[in-house]
């Protein structure tokens, strides 16, 4: 299931962004008061909360150390990647693609920034992770084969070791790739020499694809902290939403 879940949550990110851009072509004014409409917003907002306690779970101890003796943050996690993808979902269904009032209409947008934001920061952010994992156990054994290489040229042939010297800086690169081009009809370098020099290439590429993606991660750990602030506003917003659905439209109940 956990191998299939960022298709079935692309899915229903992009099934909630068609929801949205339905308004085009349906609007249905007195669907979010019927009945139906009503319980698709009660039980799309229930599930909008359910990303709201991860966050307790995950940032108060106490609670977290009690909840997590029942289940584990990993599956507290998909609940509030699913709930925060399903619940948006109801909601936009709830409003029948009524979007006149100006809390309705920030309530929309917030909801559908905080999805996909959500959505790629997760899935981004993951792979950027993996991808550094990757670069950097690839870079371990670059390295292992570069020195055994450098080892066998200083034990053999010193003067190829000083040939190569010159073209490991980064501008240089360009020359030394012209250079062993012509080397092998000039006979002037061996196939070791080349091996060395085109691991200290790739050693250098895979080195810049690593401080890439570390930037990159660095950037993704303030757009979660931004992420949380935009949830704050959206929760505000969706709390005075509901406050005016039961203040308004249940009055006649007292």
Known sequence: MREREPIIISILVLLLLLLWGGFAFHL???FAGSLT????????SLLMFIPLIYLVIKRVKR???????WTSMRTLLAWHIYAGVVGPILVIMHTGHKFES???IFLT????????????GRYLMKKIRTEISEKKSLLDQMNTEYKKTMLQLRTCCTDQVELIQPYTGVFSRLFGNIFFSMAPA???????SKKAFQLTESIADVE???KTHESFKKAFSSWLKLHIWLSCVLYILLIAHVWGAI????RWFS
């Open 63 to 69: 609670i977290n150390r009690w909840i997590t003796s």
């Open 208 to 210: 810049y694809a690593i």
């Open 186 to 192: 000039m006979g002037e370098v061996e196939s070791t």
């Open 109 to 120: 947008a917030m909801t559908l920034i905080v999805v996909v934001s959500g959505f790629i």
């Open 37 to 44: 409409g009503g319980i698709l917003g009660i039980l799309g």
């Open 102 to 104: 100006s809390l309705g």
């Open 247 to 250: 203040h308004f439209g249940l």
């Open 28 to 30: 249905s004014p007195r």
